[in-house]
């Protein structure tokens, strides 16, 4: 069973059309992380949210935002996506902070 | 700062025989350390982690990790490899978040 889910599995944008990534999940855990994985090199923490409360990595670009309206979903907006942001974009979840992390099947991005 | 060293980038390994993936660490305190693998196009899945306890930790697929605070390591084996091993192997030590390792690429041949 499907415990993080990411939807699309493929998406393609245009340069500078808004988009947006959901990922959800049927664990219940408090954490949920965004990341950003450029061919095969090691993902990119962007942002995670500890319940409701958001943490942004210092060198988030101002490009990227994300929601979390409850406990299952989160989503990764990309306000004007740049040729730069295509890439693999993975959610994953975590029980608490200290806690092994479960990654959904990931959303590939590409800018057109 | 903490960081996480992965020194190859690919691994060939025939099938049947052993395998380890390399991975070092530079933490300050005690290590969260954990393996992933992520096969094409999917996301990366959890092998086993070491926290506390036996220095020889047990993981998904046959997988085992051995934690060697005096070399600084955590290096992942197998015993016998097979075909569907060969993957991308990211090593990853918890400080506030997950830090990774640069990645490995494993092949097994038959």
């Known amino acids: 069973d499907a415990m993080v889910i990411q939807n699309p599995r493929y998406q393609v944008t245009q340069f500078g059309k808004p988009v947006t990534l959901s990922c959800s999940q049927t664990?219940?855990?408090?954490?949920m992380y965004w990341y950003q994985q450029k061919s095969s090199q090691a993902p990119k923490l962007l942002f995670h949210?500890?319940?409701?409360?958001?943490?942004n990595e210092a060198d988030t670009p101002d490009n990227f935002q994300s929601r979390r309206p409850n406990t299952s979903f989160c989503f990764l907006d990309i306000r004007s996506p740049g040729l730069g942001d295509a890439a693999m974009y993975l959610c994953a979840t975590a029980i608490g902070p200290n806690y092994e992390q479960y990654f959904g099947p990931g959303t590939r991005l590409t800018v057109t | 700062a903490q960081s996480v060293a992965q020194p190859e980038d690919q691994v060939n390994v025939a099938e049947g025989n052993p395998l380890t993936v390399k991975c070092t660490y530079s933490?300050?305190?005690?290590?969260?350390l954990f393996w992933y693998v992520q096969y094409p196009n999917r996301g990366l899945q959890f092998l086993l982690k070491?926290?506390?306890?036996?220095?020889l930790v047990k993981g998904s697929y046959g997988f085992e990790a051995e934690f060697n605070k005096s070399q600084t390591s955590f290096h992942l084996k197998k015993p016998s490899a097979l075909v569907s091993d060969s993957a991308l192997y990211f090593c990853?030590?918890?400080?506030?978040?997950?830090?990774f390792g640069q990645g490995t690429e494993l092949s097994v041949k038959p």
């Open positions: 933490v300050s305190g005690n290590p969260y």
């Open positions: 070491y926290i506390t306890g036996d220095n």
């Open positions: 949210y500890y319940d409701k409360d958001f943490n």
């Open positions: 664990l219940n855990h408090n954490v």
């Open positions: 990853a030590v918890l400080e506030g978040k997950l830090i």
